[in-house]
T-cell receptor, first 115, second 116 residues
């Protein structure tokens, strides 16, 4: 399935590095989301973009910086991360708010390891 | 209290068994409800939406009880391929006056292992 793609699939970075995660959706959706999934914890919503405008920031540290240049692309810029930021980062998209349907479709995720 | 609570399991059942998962949510004004399935080291995938009248999709039946703030998923005739983690998901209403951003709140998931 190629509805929502994410790159890279795996990333290992040091605490002083700067890297970016990329997400692209091919579903014609208007909303895109970043989630973090750590071991043994529920998915945590990080950011919501609706019609390219950030509408929710879930108290995420400033070392995570999202960017949504258009409705099909979403980036998560990373800098000076901590080892506890190691997790699976998932991108999702939905038709919301164009329709009331907020079923979200996920990309395969980027598994991030911070050394 | 967690916004969405599920029994983490694991549920170990034989093939052919019927198994039920339950979920409770704290926001009484929540607007929509879903069950997602997540396989090990994979992304969550939508299994089914949950409607007030209850809905069925093949071997899967979902029920919603708004008065009790309770959602359930019933799987009949379990298959080995049903082994996965099942996530209860809720779209909560935001603070009064705020718009719905479409955010979803995920439970921690219930793990199902179907044995031959």
């Amino acid at each position: 399935e190629t509805g929502v793609t994410q790159t890279p699939r795996h990333l290992v970075m040091g605490m002083t590095n700067k890297k970016s995660l990329k997400c692209e959706q091919h579903l014609g959706h208007n909303a895109m989301y970043w989630y973090k999934q750590s071991a043994k914890k529920p998915l945590e919503l990080m950011f919501v973009y609706s019609l390219e405008e950030r509408v929710e920031n879930n108290s995420v540290p400033s070392r995570f910086s999202p960017e949504c240049p258009n409705s099909s692309h979403l980036f998560l810029h990373l800098h000076t991360l901590q080892p506890e930021d190691s997790a699976l980062y998932l991108c999702a998209s939905s038709q919301f708010p164009r329709t009331g349907n907020n079923e979200q479709f996920f990309g395969p995720g980027t598994r991030l390891t911070v050394l | 209290r967690k916004e969405v609570e599920q029994d983490p399991g694991p549920f170990n059942v034989p093939e052919g068994a019927t198994v039920a998962f339950n979920c409770t949510y704290s926001n009484s004004a929540s607007q929509s409800f879903f069950w997602y399935r997540q396989d090990c080291r994979k992304e969550p995938k939508l299994l089914m939406s949950v409607y007030s009248s209850g809905n069925e999709d093949g071997r899967f039946t979902a029920q919603l009880n708004r008065a009790s703030q309770y959602i359930s998923l019933l799987i009949r005739d379990s298959k080995l391929s049903d082994s996965a983690t099942y996530l209860c998901v809720v779209n909560p209403r935001g603070p009064q006056g705020s718009s719905n951003t479409g955010k979803l709140i995920f439970g921690q998931g219930t793990t199902l292992q179907v044995k031959p």
